[in-house]
């Protein structure tokens, strides 16, 4: 309908190990190094348009990679999730919100399946502006939060950490992009310009 929408996508990406320090890892600890790594991605987006301005989604998520056996360590892992985003639109700007929550499971040959996510939830909150002449900014603050089932694994595999090593945390982005032409544009972005 004019308000709802509903999108598939699925997706594999492949990386052939080329990199010389990662073939030579590899090929050190007994790995197959030119084998390629496939990592397949399967989400579901349900839109729905609150008003002309305001929209909300929901997307469930799981992407999964079953190593060769030319990797003798890490067999195989699988991810998944739900993101739930809300959304503002003007002419002048956007701002976001949105909110991640996932699980791994990742199978190690010789300690069986290890699950964990880091973290649990993860929070944005992206304000877009944008200006005449092509211009834009955007900034994003985002949260990471909830590791409690992470220090739980490590714990039960004897694993030791520094006490505030998983404690939350919130990270600063910023970026400018300018349109140079009709399909040209410049992009500068800065990371964790702010962490805490």
Same mark, same amino acid.
């Given at each position: 309908?004019?308000n709802?929408?509903?999108?598939?996508?699925?997706s @594999?990406a492949? @990386?052939?190990?080329t990199?010389d320090?990662? @073939?030579?890892?590899?090929?050190?600890d007994?790995h +197959? /190094?030119v084998?390629?790594?496939?990592?397949? =991605?399967l989400?579901?987006?349900?839109?729905?348009n609150?008003?002309?301005?305001?929209y *909300?989604?929901?997307?469930? !998520?799981? =992407? !999964?990679?079953? #190593?060769?056996?030319? %990797?003798h360590?890490?067999?195989?892992?699988? #991810?998944?999730?739900?993101e +739930?985003?809300?959304?503002?639109?003007?002419?002048?700007? #956007? +701002?976001? &919100?949105?909110h991640?929550? /996932?699980t791994?499971n990742r199978?190690f *040959?010789?300690?069986?399946s290890?699950?964990?996510?880091f973290p649990d939830?993860?929070?944005?909150l992206?304000?877009?502006k944008? !200006?005449?002449?092509g211009?834009q900014?955007?900034s994003s603050?985002?949260?990471n939060w909830?590791? %409690?089932r &992470?220090?739980?694994?490590? *714990? #039960?595999?004897?694993?030791?950490?520094?006490? %505030?090593?998983?404690?939350?945390s919130?990270? !600063?982005?910023? /970026?400018f992009?300018k349109?140079?032409g009709? %399909?040209?544009?410049?992009?500068?972005? /800065?990371?964790?310009?702010? *962490?805490?």
């Open positions: 309908g004019n709802n929408s509903l999108q598939a996508v699925y @594999r492949i @990386r052939f190990l990199e320090d990662v @073939r030579d890892f590899r090929v050190s007994g +197959a /190094g084998l390629p790594d496939k990592v397949d =991605n989400e579901l987006t349900y839109e729905h609150l008003t002309n301005k305001i *909300a989604s929901v997307t469930p !998520w799981i =992407n !999964w990679r079953t #190593n060769s056996g030319g %990797d360590y890490l067999t195989g892992y699988r #991810n998944m999730g739900v +739930a985003r809300l959304t503002y639109t003007s002419e002048i700007g #956007n +701002a976001t &919100l949105l991640n929550y /996932g791994t199978s *040959a010789s300690a069986g290890v699950f964990y996510q939830h993860q929070s944005k992206i304000l877009e944008k !200006w005449g002449n211009y900014a955007s603050l985002v949260v909830s590791f %409690d &992470l220090k739980h694994e490590l *714990a #039960n595999l004897n694993i030791t950490f520094p006490g %505030d090593a998983y404690n939350t919130a990270l !600063w982005n910023v /970026g992009s349109q140079l009709k %399909d040209l544009y410049v992009r500068f972005d /800065g990371y964790n310009l702010l *962490a805490l």
